[in-house]
């Protein structure tokens, strides 16, 4: 499951971030590894939510989510919405 | 009667800012100013120079090119979120300031950058019901003036401007059936107002969530794109351009993508470089940049206009024979 949710987080990032080439670990850090910007990072979690089906309130916008192992875990709990 | 759109005219204020001021000013890099936000320069109103300034110095340069429109029009809609005053309407104020005989019916518009499709459907149907010759759409902004002159994610956006759209019944483009759309749960993402909430309190500011509109845009804006290319029995292959508000080079560039066009789809309009985000007059603008090319017959467009409220209003506008411009 985890690794599932790995290579669509992985196509998500080849999507928003060309530029970032090689795989996606999970200790990486989606803005300091990866190097999404600000407006990146929007792009990036707008389509994480349309693929994985869930909602990402601005309260859990933490540091914490930014780290790819973090957010397979946070995908994998998060509710599905239609 | 079939109306449309006969000409469209647009003013930009003379006082400027660069995407080099900017970078420097907000701590941004250039190339993001550039890149990613979409932005070259901004232009700025004067202390004193309001939205019935701008509007009236766009509509002279519509009637510079034929003098007889300020005796033959009939209406003059102002679309405006930074009205002069909260009262009089500001289309009162142009109606003095160019001088129009008192026949001429005058009322504001309160909408943001979905405004001109709004209003370019209500002034058509304010024509056709009374069966007046011609109006003026006016859309006119003064965003410089709402924004916290220390918020730097609105002061590298925004950009002061007017247009005025001739609506007529000689138009050169004639619109299809519009969509229209609001989510009012939302209205909260773009605001103006004091920084406690409060409706009543002073200062007041523009407050932007950006990642809300940017979510809105992205999910919402496709999905009407679609309902409206369905309402016109049409498909997006037998679009020739595709015009969407200007909201940022990245907003444009996301939307596209979401709605499958290739990255270099020579159909997609990006005027935001050389204007910033005007608000309710980018449509305009960017299709009066485009005009020769657009108005050319059997030429479709669509055009899109979406943000305060959070709202959004979709047509397809189609150039016939006859060229007034």
Known sequence: MAEEILKKIEKIVNEVQPDFSGDLKPEMNLRKDVGLDSLDVMSFFLELETEFKIKIPDSDFTENIFVVRNLIEYVEKAPRVS | MNYGIEAIEYYLPEGETSSAELAHKFGFDQSFIEGKVGVKKLFLAAPEEFSSDLATKAVEKLFAKDPTLRETVDAVVVCTQTPDYPLPHTSAIVHQKLKLPSRVACFDVSLGCSGWVYGLSILQGFLRENQLSRGLLITSETYSKMIDPRDRDTKVLFSDAAAVTLVGRNGVLKSGRFTFGTNGNLHEHLIYRAKTGSASQEPRFLEMNGRGIFEFVGTEIPKDVQACLEANETHLDA?????????????????????????????????????????????????????????????????????????????????SLERNQ
Not at chain 2, 246 to 268: G, I, N, W, Y
Not at chain 2, 287 to 293: M, N, P, Q, V, Y
């Open chain 2, 239 to 319: 679009i020739n351009f595709i015009v969407f508000h200007q909201a940022s080079s990245f907003m444009l560039e996301t939307v596209a993508r979401r709605m499958r066009l290739k990255a270099d789809d020579k159909r997609f309009v990006k005027v935001i470089d050389r204007f910033g985000n005007t608000v309710s007059s980018s449509i305009p603008i960017a299709l009066r940049s485009l005009w020769d090319t657009i108005s050319s017959p059997n030429t479709k467009i669509l055009v899109s206009g979406f943000g305060v409220g959070l709202s959004w209003a979709s047509t397809i506008l189609e150039s």
